[in-house]
């Protein structure tokens, strides 16, 4: 079994995903809410929300899966950024690239998978909203276009609450200065009022 190749902006991308803070980050409903309606609308047992760092995908949302995440070597989120439309996997067991992958030989037995990679406004592809099932099959046209609209409207959340963090530092740097430009004039008007005797 050959790992996935790696971007060619690989260092680029590492840096904007670490940018978005979510890695490591603990479930929240809005993206099980996503995660859950790309299953219900793929028909699928299972949905992940996958982010792909440098050794690891993790899922910051997962519905029908147990583990948290799994090495880089054997994901297939990590061929799935390299796309930049969705990544469809018809049959695993019958390609041959993954034919040998433990999760394919053994649990969770991923026959089909759907991904649809999580690009950032500059193009980056920082992970995965993907559906699997255990028996070979494919999407319909609708369940395509669905699953592009639920990974786009998770790259605008991540896109918020990072604006949102921005936001809220640049309002602290601005008090900061607010407060230090205060204390200046006060030692300013203090020196005025009781200049040092000649």
Request: proline share 8%; charged share 30%; glycine share 4%.
């Amino acid at each position: 079994m050959n790992p996935p190749p790696v971007p060619a902006n690989e260092a680029r991308r590492l840096k904007v995903l670490w940018q978005y803070e979510v890695l490591d980050t603990v479930p929240e409903e809005l993206f099980d809410d996503l995660t859950e309606l790309a299953a219900a609308i793929c028909d699928a047992p299972i949905a992940l929300l996958s982010l792909v760092d440098e050794t690891r995908q993790w899922f910051k949302s997962r519905v029908g899966l147990s583990l948290t995440e799994t090495s880089r070597d054997v994901s297939f989120c990590a061929h799935a950024i390299l796309q930049p439309d969705l990544f469809i996997v018809p049959d695993a067991a019958r390609d041959e690239r993954f034919q040998k992958n433990p999760f394919v030989a053994g649990e969770p037995f991923i026959r089909f998978y759907a991904g649809a990679p999580l690009i950032t406004p500059d193009g980056h592809a920082l992970g995965t909203l993907c559906v699997i099932d255990k028996q070979p099959r494919d999407l319909t046209e609708a369940q395509r276009k669905a699953l592009r609209v639920l990974s786009r409207l998770v790259v605008t959340q991540l896109e918020l609450r990072r604006h949102g963090r921005e936001l809220a530092k640049a309002r602290e740097d601005t008090q900061f200065l607010q407060r230090e430009l205060d204390k200046a004039r006060a030692a300013l008007e203090q020196a005025r009022a009781h200049p040092p005797a000649a």
